[in-house]
């Protein structure tokens, strides 16, 4: 099905912390996380990180600052 899941802050962090140590097919099929959200939560976090530390995430988009 073509279920939407959220992810809490917590989730994401645990598996961008596997991405970066197992990559992403690994990734992926622990998590059961499709790769291009790794990628935009990857690519989110290197642009705002440094900008603003009050960010929180959505299920919809995946984040939101």
Not at 34 to 51: A, D, G, N
């Amino acid at each position: 099905s073509k279920h939407r899941k959220s992810w809490s802050e917590t989730e994401i962090e645990t598996i961008l912390q596997h991405y970066q140590q197992h990559g992403i097919t690994a990734t992926v099929r622990h998590f059961n996380v499709s790769s291009s959200m790794i990628y935009r939560w990857q690519v989110f976090l290197q642009k705002h990180v440094k900008m603003d530390s009050n960010l929180s995430f959505d299920d919809k988009s995946g984040l939101t600052l």
